[in-house]
């Protein structure tokens, strides 16, 4: 393994539409994050990844790309993109875009004149087929699949009387990978940007480019009227890898620049090292998503009322199997939530009592796997999920097509609790920046609540209290990037330390010269941990005075000594 300069980065995700709002439309914008350039430089990362800010009718908060040339007008401008990019590097800070593959907007102009007619030169350019007849003679769509956000993959376009497939909304019509002009198009694009200067890009939806091309029905079993979520139908398909073959030779070759697919539908560790092994031609890591529900705060779907349990064995073996797996093979981006997940501290830490201690326990866990960590907007104070007490209060897609269907099933209240553990808004409101009204986020009117613990949860306290989640996770970036433990925490082997104990998450990093130790309690109470106590000595930890017990989310990173 060559060892290369996006390794040895800690990486800050920011969602523009919730980061900082500068002209007081109530949405953030790209003036706002080179306002708060600052802060993220103070805060140690340096690399950040901007969720799409292309233009886009915002029907999935851009990930439904109208122009990829341009800024949307919400955002900015693209010299505010290009005065974004020169500032975060003249402080040291790389940039990556979030580049949107698998899809366009309905009123992207290739769509338009896609649907037109069924011999334009676009219309291969997406999806395009013929839908079938029940008994009755009533129109289906051209098979059983379901899509991510509720419904049938497909959706019937009255002017030429055919579908088009659209694994999202109804609105994000899916890019035919197969049509060898588009992949020009789109490798265009990426030279683009990254002539523009950007670092690299975090690739969106990645493993959905090709799709199962007999278009037959899943055999999956599913209620009458409901569609398969079969996603092995577009995830992971063999003929993919030969687009990623192209796109690397085409494009990614030719830039020093960093690549993070993200791989959902399921993909294993075998399949990343196809889409990232140190010597296939494809991205440089992919983000999967297998730890991410481990408190079963998704399946549930809101059935327990109370506070859900972390599987923590599940969730140590989940990371043991993808870092052992990788080894020598492919790098791992690391990272607890991002924004389609719930916050950290409310999926596994504890937003009251010890949020504090539960939030910098997390942040440590994080900052000491091996991989390139990035942290997600808001983690580094442990923002929590909302508190909305009406379905109408969130505003995702994803919510906006679930509630309908969901209503046929489930009470509101369960709905409700749900949503409030599960939905993407989780992690979408406006970033927690001082106690004023809206946090400081907006002088306008938020296009999300802000959470109602802002005023104790926010950044200008937790930058003058040495004791905050946010200086724990100043202490930890040092740790990773600049200490003498920068080697063995970034480069060091990845070994579990009692492996089945069912509340803490304990492993050693190790090489040749040293050996660190991670100890992380996951409950909310103390638990016994026995461990050659005079081996070790203490580098950094959340509490002051320990014991052989660890407390309520203690966390101790330890040296072996002589180490
Ligand atoms: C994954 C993105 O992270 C998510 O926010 C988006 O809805 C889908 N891809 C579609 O682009």
Aim: net charge negative.
């Amino acid at each position: 393994m060559k060892k290369q300069w996006w390794m040895e980065t800690v990486g800050y995700q920011i969602y523009p539409r919730s980061y900082k709002d500068t002209n007081g439309d109530g949405v953030g914008d790209l003036p706002g994050i080179i306002e708060k350039l600052d802060y993220i430089a103070r805060l140690g990362v340096n690399l950040i990844w901007i969720c799409p800010f292309y233009k886009s009718p915002m029907d999935d908060n851009g990930y439904d790309v109208s122009d990829f040339y341009n800024v949307d007008e919400l955002f900015g401008t693209l010299d505010d993109a290009k005065e974004l990019i020169r500032q975060a590097h003249t402080r040291g800070i790389r940039v990556i875009l979030d580049l949107v593959m698998n899809q366009t907007s309905d009123e992207h102009p290739w769509f338009v004149e896609s649907r037109k007619d069924k011999v334009n030169a676009k219309r291969d350019w997406y999806i395009w087929r013929d839908g079938k007849r029940d008994k009755n003679g009533n129109r289906l769509p051209p098979n059983n699949w379901a899509s991510f956000f509720e419904g049938s993959c497909w959706n019937y376009d009255d002017l030429t009387g055919q579908y088009y497939m659209k694994i999202f909304s109804n609105k994000m019509p899916d890019l035919n990978w197969e049509n060898p002009e588009l992949r020009k198009a789109m490798a265009d694009m990426a030279r683009w940007w990254l002539d523009l200067g950007v670092d690299g890009f975090r690739v969106d939806a990645i493993a959905h480019l090709a799709k199962e091309t007999s278009f037959r029905d899943s055999k999956m079993k599913v209620e009458p009227g409901r569609f398969a979520p079969d996603w092995r139908k577009f995830s992971n398909r063999d003929r993919l890898f030969d687009y990623l073959a192209e796109f690397h030779d085409e494009v990614l070759t030719h830039y020093d620049c960093v690549t993070v697919g993200e791989v959902g539908g399921g993909a294993n560790v075998e399949e990343a090292q196809r889409y990232a092994g140190f010597d296939t031609k494809g991205f440089n890591m992919v983000f999967n998503f297998d730890h991410c529900w481990k408190n079963g705060a998704f399946g549930d779907e809101g059935r327990t009322l109370g506070k859900l349990t972390t599987d923590v064995i599940d969730l140590k073996k989940t990371f043991e199997r993808w870092i052992l797996g990788s080894e020598g093979k492919v790098w791992m981006p690391q990272y607890w939530l991002n924004h389609d997940h719930p916050r950290v501290v409310s999926q596994y830490g504890d937003t009251e009592e010890y949020h504090r201690e539960s939030a910098q326990m997390l942040g440590a866990v994080l900052l000491t796997l091996p991989g390139t960590p990035f942290i997600y907007n808001g983690e580094e104070i442990g923002m929590t999920n909302v508190d909305y007490t009406s379905v109408d209060d969130f505003n995702d897609v994803w919510v906006r097509n679930y509630v309908p269907s969901a209503r046929k099933r489930i009470s509101e209240e369960r709905i409700l609790t749900h949503l409030r553990r599960a939905s993407r808004d989780n992690a979408r409101t406006p970033m927690q920046w001082d106690d004023s009204v809206n946090a400081g986020f907006t002088t306008g009117k938020p296009h999300l609540k802000v959470v109602g613990n802002y005023k104790r949860i926010n950044v200008r306290q937790q930058e003058s209290d040495e004791h905050s989640v946010l200086t724990m996770y100043k202490r930890l970036i040092q740790l990773r990037l600049h200490s003498g433990m920068k080697d063995v925490l970034i480069y060091g082997k990845f070994a579990l330390v009692q492996q089945d104990h069912p509340d803490i998450f304990a492993y050693r990093r190790f090489d040749d010269n040293s050996e660190i130790l991670v100890i992380a309690n996951f409950r909310d109470y103390k638990v016994n941990f026995a461990y050659e106590v005079d081996t070790y000595e203490l580098i950094i930890s959340n509490v002051v005075n320990f014991g052989s017990e660890l407390l309520p989310y203690e966390f101790r990173i330890l040296r072996a000594k002589g180490g």
